[in-house]
């Protein structure tokens, strides 16, 4: 069952019953506190953007996936904790949501040809922590670190999946990887070719950029004040997220 958005969840008051278990209990909050969260009925559990609740301690990562409308044929599940890099969770493996520091969940699309051999070794101009070469190196699709001839640094990713509603199936996704990168954010995304919805209707606020790679689409999209870069928390996986959350909201904001 899906509740409110999750800037709209409040953290009920811990009612304690004859068993010792908590009504209701979410998660994300008890993560940005640093505390264990108790054992409980329900757990409001945020995947990407919006918050579910489930009614077990241990879900299994294919059942998280599948409350938010996805599976694991398509999609992959990260749990994010507090100050830490995201971890993959398996389709079959047990999430123990009473454990300490989870804060959410996050998917990423999976590409089709999953499964096949390693794809090559592009461009490495310059060198991303391990755990975000780890996290690229999982998407099993082609990706290169650029260092254009200004200085600017700039991670690229090949036949990335283009949601539903797009004339175009997949595109070569690029990011700005700014200096001080993950302590600052990464902001907005380029695609090319230029992404064009399939209806006709415009996409607003977008821009070309001309690299030695190429020309790309700017997707002038940024984060809130109310919803900033979380040092130590957000990185490739979680901007990516939003990038998915980006393309779909196009078709939900009008």
């Known amino acids: 069952m899906r509740a409110e958005d999750a800037n709209e969840v409040i953290l009920v008051e811990e009612i304690f019953d004859h068993g010792n278990l908590v009504e209701?209990?979410?998660?994300?909050e008890f993560a940005r506190r640093g505390e264990r969260p108790p054992r409980a009925k329900v757990y409001a559990v945020r995947i990407d953007k919006h918050v579910y609740h489930v009614h077990k301690a241990d879900p299994t990562g294919e059942e998280l996936l599948h409350l938010a409308g996805k599976s694991s044929a398509t999609?992959?599940?990260y749990q994010i904790f507090k100050g830490k890099q995201p971890e993959p969770v398996l389709p079959t493996q047990h999430v123990d949501l009473h454990a300490h520091g989870i804060e959410r969940f996050?998917?990423?699309p999976k590409d089709p040809r999953e499964g096949s051999p390693a794809t090559a070794v592009l461009r490495r101009d310059f060198v991303l922590p391990g755990t975000e070469?780890?996290?690229l190196d999982s998407l099993a699709l082609p990706w290169s670190t650029v260092r254009e001839p200004s200085g600017q640094l700039l991670l690229v990713i090949e036949d990335w999946q283009i949601?539903?509603?797009?004339?175009?199936?997949?595109?070569?996704?690029a990011l700005v990887i700014p200096p001080g990168y993950p302590d600052t954010q990464i902001d907005m995304v380029y695609f090319s070719?230029?992404?064009a919805r399939s209806?006709?209707?415009?996409?607003n606020n977008l821009t070309v950029v001309s690299w030695s790679i190429g020309?790309?689409?700017?997707?002038?999209?940024?984060?809130t004040p109310q919803q900033p870069w979380r040092a130590g928390v957000d990185d490739l996986s979680t901007h990516l997220s939003l990038v998915d959350d980006y393309l779909r909201r196009e078709f939900t904001i009008r």
């Open 24 to 28: 209701l209990v979410v998660i994300e």
């Open 75 to 77: 999609s992959k599940l």
């Open 106 to 108: 996050t998917t990423v």
């Open 133 to 135: 070469m780890q996290f």
């Open 163 to 173: 949601p539903t509603g797009y004339t175009q199936r997949v595109a070569k996704l």
């Open 193 to 195: 070719p230029a992404l």
């Open 199 to 203: 209806d006709g209707r415009q996409i």
């Open 215 to 223: 020309v790309f689409q700017q997707w002038s999209r940024h984060r």
